[in-house]
């Protein structure tokens, strides 16, 4: 069956399947709740009982893990009950005892969400110690090990690639130097010395081999193809690398690294297809609890458990994948609207009342009764709603029927990237460009727009062409966001400025922060500003969806969709453009390199 029902005393729990690896769970509920009074949440698979000690008990089943479904007991108000508990004061028995002790062995895989802006990167700074909390603390668990993917790390120059992955095990070669030391001295040493070094040899030999030391640069070599970083070359230096390529050695680091608790601040942005495949079945294996950060929906919807919602300085937990979130998050929306709404009429109520009762002797004590209602009310607040972008991009003149033009044209640096090619670009024509990272989609965009000169072959551009640029990585600078846009369109009056600003979902306080200082979704938003201020008939992005939100991006699809001109669009997200685009290009069947 797809549901399995639980029922007593006309009460009844619905567990869906999917939630379910044991039909014994069924009797282990049963146990819990056995001759207590229990309240049932039929929305989800929850179990309120109370106990025969007078307590109440939450049980909350969660997504499969990999040991079985997450189950969750707590004792109120928020204390941890183990099973143990449960078991000596005659809850459940010793068997389902055993069985939920497994169950909850399971980890959780937490997804924050919230809009560009909103704190997320700053939370995750909190909690690992980079930045101080304006108020409380944060306390880890003894013995926790954290690794964080920050996505505005940076890397040493001079290292290469193998160095930076090597350096996840640096504890290991640490051990190894010592264990070599040991032995070094076993040359000239007395027989009590010996004795010793030879123990000590040993020992560091056992964790080496536990570790599998000798091993590690095959897992290395491993982790480093997953994500696509053997085809740049494991011996290339790092200062050599573009930005994305640098976040794609951090994320094999962080991975290698094992931690109890995995940190991951948009590991997707820079990751192609392939490489977020392999990702996403790493994170559904992983043995650990990981905290991830992401606006890839169709990624997170497949590792995550449970959601960390953030809306207004408020951080709200929810269970389960992404679009149950969007459920819950909705429905409690539209609750809190209409309890509003009803407060708000009783408040008006009793405004009228007291105003119209107070001055009379007769009644006064009546309104001031409702007074004292009044005062003790706890006010039901509305959140802000979050500001949404509107993009529209304005069209230039009509161009020349054939846009771009490419004859026998090789794309590359010192070396080609591409076999020849020919083709033409029409207007009109909305083109996606999709391959694994390293092929030269953006080397391409540059080629084809003049920025840099192709290896050989020719371009030819088609006559009143208007080009608007998203380029994947632009140096942030120290002017406001105000500025940039006043420093390229110099003629717009402050106002205006601020009013396209703020149109692109961005907050005054954004409009006067520095762009180094913005969040990469709002200084994305501030790029797109800028093209939305001209008049374009051929619209080039190359990765934009990167750092935006899920509002952002939706806005962004729809803006691209309604384009009157001709569109290059480099993405990873097949999501984001199928439904666009008129033709896909895969840079993959063009390429000189092996895939």
Not at 160 to 165: A, F, G
Not at 349 to 357: E, P, Q, S, V, Y
Not at 444 to 450: A, D, E, I, V, W
Request: some cysteine; hydrophobic content about 40%; glycine content about 6%.
């Amino acid at each position: 069956t797809d549901h399995i029902f639980v029922e007593k005393q006309g009460k009844i729990l619905e567990l869906e399947k999917r939630f379910i690896t044991r039909t014994k769970l069924e009797d282990v509920i049963q146990q819990i709740v056995a001759g207590s009074n229990r309240i049932v949440n039929e929305a989800s698979p929850i179990v309120d009982a109370r106990l025969p000690d007078g307590s109440r008990v939450n049980v909350v089943l969660g997504p499969i893990a990999l040991n079985g479904p997450v189950v969750t007991i707590r004792r109120f108000p928020e204390q941890p009950i183990g099973m143990r508990e449960l078991l000596a004061i005659g809850s459940i028995s010793e068997e389902a005892c055993s069985f939920l002790e497994k169950l909850v062995k399971a980890r959780y895989n937490i997804f924050i969400s919230g809009g560009t802006g909103s704190g997320k990167t700053t939370f995750l700074n909190i909690i690992t110690g980079k930045l101080l909390p304006d108020e409380g603390k944060i306390t880890w668990c003894n013995h926790i090990t954290t690794g964080y993917l920050d996505q505005y790390s940076t890397l040493e120059k001079g290292k290469t690639i193998r160095d930076i992955l090597r350096s996840a095990f640096s504890h290991m070669y640490e051990l190894e130097k010592e264990m070599i030391a040991a032995y070094d001295k076993m040359t000239d040493c007395t027989p009590e010395e010996m004795e010793v070094l030879i123990e000590d040899a040993g020992e560091i030999q056992s964790i080496l081999e536990s570790g599998d030391f000798y091993s590690l640069d095959s897992k290395i070599e491993e982790y480093a193809s997953g994500l696509g970083l053997v085809d740049i070359g494991l011996d290339r230096d790092v200062s050599e690398l573009s930005g994305g390529q640098r976040a794609k050695i951090l994320l094999a680091k962080v991975l290698l690294e094992n931690p109890m608790i995995l940190i991951l601040d948009e590991p997707t942005n820079f990751l192609d297809e392939n490489h977020i495949i392999w990702l996403k079945n790493f994170l559904q294996n992983y043995e650990n609890a990981f905290i991830l950060v992401s606006h890839d929906i169709p990624f997170l919807n497949d590792v995550v458990n449970v959601i960390y919602h953030v809306e207004n300085a408020i951080l709200t937990r929810y269970s389960g994948d992404y679009y149950q979130f969007r459920e819950m998050y909705e429905l409690k929306k539209r609750q809190i609207e209409q309890a509003f709404k009803k407060q708000q009429k009783e408040i008006a109520h009793l405004k009228d009342f007291i105003a119209r009762n107070k001055a009379r002797v007769a009644t006064t004590n009546l309104a001031k009764d409702r007074q004292k209602k009044l005062d003790k009310m706890d006010i039901i607040e509305i959140a802000k709603e979050k500001i949404k972008p509107s993009f529209e991009f304005l069209s230039a003149r009509t161009p020349s029927r054939e846009v771009i033009t490419a004859v026998n044209l090789v794309i590359g640096y010192d070396e080609p990237l591409t076999k020849p090619l020919n083709f033409t670009v029409e207007r009109n024509q909305k083109i996606a460009i999709k391959g694994v990272n390293g092929l030269g989609k953006s080397t391409l965009l540059k080629t084809l727009l003049g920025i840099i000169k192709p290896v050989s072959g020719e371009v030819e551009h088609g006559q009143f062409l208007e080009i608007g640029y998203f380029e994947q990585e632009e140096k942030s600078t120290n002017v406001t966001a105000l500025d940039e846009i006043w420093n390229e369109f110099p003629s717009m009056t402050n106002r205006e400025v601020r009013a396209a600003l703020a149109r692109c979902g961005l907050t005054t306080n954004h409009i006067t922060s520095q762009m180094q200082v913005l969040s990469g979704g709002e200084n994305a938003k501030v790029r797109i500003c800028k093209l939305m201020l001209r008049n374009i008939n051929l619209l080039v992005m190359d990765e934009p969806t990167n750092h935006l939100d899920i509002d952002a991006k939706e806005e962004l699809k729809k803006a691209i969709k309604e384009f009157k001109g001709t569109v290059l669009l480099v993405s990873h997200e097949p999501d984001f453009y199928m439904d666009v685009v008129t033709d896909v290009w895969n840079v993959e069947e063009w390429t000189t390199k092996i895939v």
